[in-house]
């Protein structure tokens, strides 16, 4: 997927309807874009990727790639843009170069990602994306079988 193709999804109603957009602030924080028209997130969407200040997050992107066994996230960054702070996951999780150069830093070391490449990261793991360049980066949860319980109870609830 290139930046063009992802910005085409982001602006679908597919996208709308069938994922949950965020986008991380200056401060780290992440905000949830949840208008009630589509017209609306739209406008926000096209907003925000115009004006580079923040990286924006799509999740359910299992369902877009047709995977069962993991939960993936993809996240859009301008270069400088923000991004979370050192975390760890309680699941192993496969970082994945989709356009662009990602930089992470994994136990205190700093590796680049071109696209195509993948970075395994290991349950409990301190890293960070460092966000020097533009990316287009998909974070594989790997076996994360509580958030996947979660969804599809959720869609369970939605389709009564």
């Known amino acids: 997927m290139t930046f063009e193709k992802f910005e085409e999804f982001l602006l679908s109603s597919e996208c709308y309807w069938e994922h949950d957009v965020s986008y991380i602030d200056k ?3 992440q905000h ?9 997130y739209q406008t926000t ?6 004006e580079e200040e923040v990286t924006i997050k799509v999740e ?9 066994d993991r939960t993936i996230h993809v996240f859009y960054n301008p270069a400088g843009g923000p991004t979370f702070d050192t975390h760890t996951d309680p699941v ?6 989709k356009d662009g ?3 992470m830093e994994v136990d205190g070391k700093e590796i ?7 970075l395994l990261i290991t349950a409990g793991q301190p890293h960070k994306a460092l966000n020097y360049e533009k990316a287009l980066m998909a974070s594989h949860g790997i076996g994360d079988t509580e958030t996947l319980n979660r969804i ?3 869609n369970r609830n939605v389709q009564s």
């Open 45 to 50: 969407v096209a907003r925000l990727i115009a």
């Open 27 to 29: 401060d780290g924080l």
């Open 152 to 154: 599809r109870e959720n």
């Open 112 to 118: 680049a990602l071109l696209p195509g490449h993948k």
């Open 92 to 97: 192993d999780v496969i970082i994945e170069c």
């Open 101 to 103: 150069v990602k930089h």
């Open 32 to 40: 949830l874009i949840a208008p009630q028209e589509f017209w609306e």
């Open 60 to 68: 359910q992107m299992q369902r877009y790639w047709k995977w069962d």
